[in-house]
């Protein structure tokens, strides 16, 4: 992988997971269902293991959010070889403001069926636990993301082997 290739040290002010297979980030990128014309929210892509996949499966707009600056530069590449598909925001997911992240256009009704939106990450627990405390908040408040309607969150946990999906 090119970011082991390049000597990126595990930092644990970042809470780095390891990086997944081609195998792995396909199998993370299926079970989040159908992409085509999605609009994503891919939360920390790191060395664009899994960003290459939802790529690859057809989205009509990819947003990265990443905070560790030392890959930025790599998914800019990604960015380029995808013009237009994909915007790429340096921050923390704990404090991004995701309300605010997708087009107008896509917000519903809550009973409405749920908008055309998918958020993928590959997180360790030391983000992935505060977060979701942080998103079951929002959807009692119909904020943050399901500011946008009600849809289905996924939590995956993922070996280099395997993916596996679980309903919350």
Partial sequence: MLWVDEGVRVRASFSLVCYCSRVTGDKIVRSAGRLNDA???????????ITRPILNAGVAELLLVEKDPRFIPGLQMLSEAA????RIVHGDILT????????????KEWEDDPPN?????????????????KWLE???ERSGP???GQYGVKNCKCKETEA???ML
Wanted: hydrophobic share 40%; charged share 10%.
């Fill in 83 to 86: 013009p237009g598909k994909v």
């Fill in 146 to 148: 399901f500011s946008y």
């Fill in 117 to 133: 939106i998918h958020i993928i990450g590959n997180l360790p627990f030391s983000v992935s636990t505060p977060l979701i405390i």
């Fill in 164 to 166: 596996v999906g679980m």
């Fill in 138 to 140: 929002n959807v009692s």
């Fill in 39 to 49: 609009y994503v929210c891919e939360v920390g892509p790191g060395p664009g293991s």
């Fill in 96 to 107: 991004y403001k995701l309300a605010k992240a997708f087009p107008q256009h896509l917000k």
